[in-house]
C-alpha cells in the first residue's frame, strides 16, 4: 500500500521516496525503526504548528488594522456591492474579502455564497505525545499514519481510518519505543 502511494505521488510530480529502516534513520539520525520497516519520505514536505501560525497571521493582521470579531460563528455568506456579507450569530459583518478557512464546514459556507468547494473529508486521528528529545526533522508516513515532531518536541501521529479512538487505541498508537 505505502509503495503504491509513493508511485501514484511520484507520477503528480512529488519527489517521494520509500525507505528501508537503514535509509530513513540516515536521514532522520533520532529515529529508530524494526529491521524490514518501510517510511515514505517527500523531500519537499515540512509541517507546521497550525495554532501557533495562526495565531502569529491574526496578530500580523490585527497591527495592519484588522479587527478580529470572536466568537462568531458564520452562518451564511452573500456577495454585496464591493464586497461581501456575513450573517453570524452576534449579527451582520460586512468587509471587503473574505477567506473560508473553516475546515470540514467550508463546502456549506461556499455554497452559501453561491460557489462549490468540493472537499474530500475522511475521518482520522490525530494523537501528541509528551514533549520528546529531537527526534524528526521531516515528516515521514508508514501506511496508514504520518509523523511529524513539533518545534515544542511533540510528536504528531496522524492516523487515517484508524479503529475507534479509546484508551486501547492510544495505547496501540503509542507502542513500544521501537514500534
Same mark, same amino acid.
Do not use: C
Given at each position: 500500500?505505502?509503495?503504491?502511494?509513493?508511485?501514484?505521488?511520484?507520477?503528480?510530480?512529488? !519527489?517521494?521516496?520509500?525507505?528501508? *529502516?537503514?535509509? *530513513?534513520?540516515?536521514? #532522520?539520525?533520532?529515529?529508530?525503526?524494526?529491521?524490514?520497516?518501510?517510511?515514505?519520505?517527500?523531500? #519537499?514536505?515540512? *509541517?507546521?504548528? +497550525?495554532?501557533?501560525?495562526?495565531?502569529?497571521?491574526?496578530?500580523?493582521?490585527?497591527?495592519?488594522?484588522?479587527?478580529?470579531?470572536?466568537?462568531?460563528?458564520? #452562518?451564511?455568506?452573500?456577495?454585496?456591492?464591493?464586497?461581501?456579507?456575513?450573517?453570524? @450569530?452576534?449579527?451582520?459583518?460586512? *468587509? @471587503?474579502?473574505?477567506?473560508?478557512?473553516? +475546515?470540514?464546514?467550508? $463546502?456549506?459556507?461556499?455554497? $452559501?455564497?453561491?460557489?462549490?468547494?468540493?472537499?474530500?473529508?475522511?475521518?482520522?486521528?490525530?494523537?501528541? $505525545?509528551?514533549?520528546?528529545? %529531537?527526534?524528526?526533522?521531516?515528516?515521514?508516513?508508514? %501506511?496508514?499514519?504520518?509523523?511529524?515532531?513539533?518545534?515544542?518536541?511533540?510528536?504528531?501521529?496522524?492516523?487515517?481510518?484508524?479503529?475507534?479512538?479509546?484508551?486501547?487505541?492510544?495505547?496501540?498508537?503509542?507502542? !513500544?519505543?521501537?514500534?
Amino acid at each position: 500500500t505505502l509503495a503504491a502511494e509513493v508511485r501514484r505521488m511520484r507520477e503528480r510530480g512529488t !519527489e517521494m521516496h520509500l525507505l528501508d *529502516a537503514g535509509s *530513513a534513520t540516515a536521514i #532522520q539520525p533520532g529515529l529508530t525503526l524494526a529491521p524490514g520497516t518501510e517510511v515514505a519520505w517527500a523531500v #519537499q514536505d515540512g *509541517a507546521i504548528d +497550525g495554532a501557533a501560525t495562526t495565531r502569529l497571521l491574526l496578530e500580523r493582521a490585527q497591527a495592519l488594522g484588522a479587527r478580529l470579531q470572536f466568537p462568531a460563528r458564520v #452562518q451564511g455568506i452573500s456577495a454585496r456591492a464591493g464586497g461581501v456579507r456575513l450573517e453570524t @450569530d452576534t449579527g451582520t459583518i460586512t *468587509a @471587503d474579502r473574505v477567506i473560508i478557512a473553516a +475546515g470540514t464546514g467550508a $463546502s456549506a459556507l461556499a455554497e $452559501s455564497a453561491g460557489f462549490a468547494l468540493p472537499q474530500k473529508t475522511k475521518a482520522g486521528i490525530i494523537a501528541l $505525545s509528551a514533549p520528546l528529545p %529531537p527526534v524528526l526533522q521531516t515528516v515521514l508516513y508508514g %501506511p496508514d499514519v504520518h509523523l511529524l515532531q513539533r518545534g515544542d518536541g511533540r510528536v504528531v501521529i496522524g492516523e487515517k481510518d484508524g479503529p475507534p479512538a479509546g484508551p486501547a487505541h492510544a495505547e496501540r498508537l503509542a507502542g !513500544e519505543p521501537n514500534d
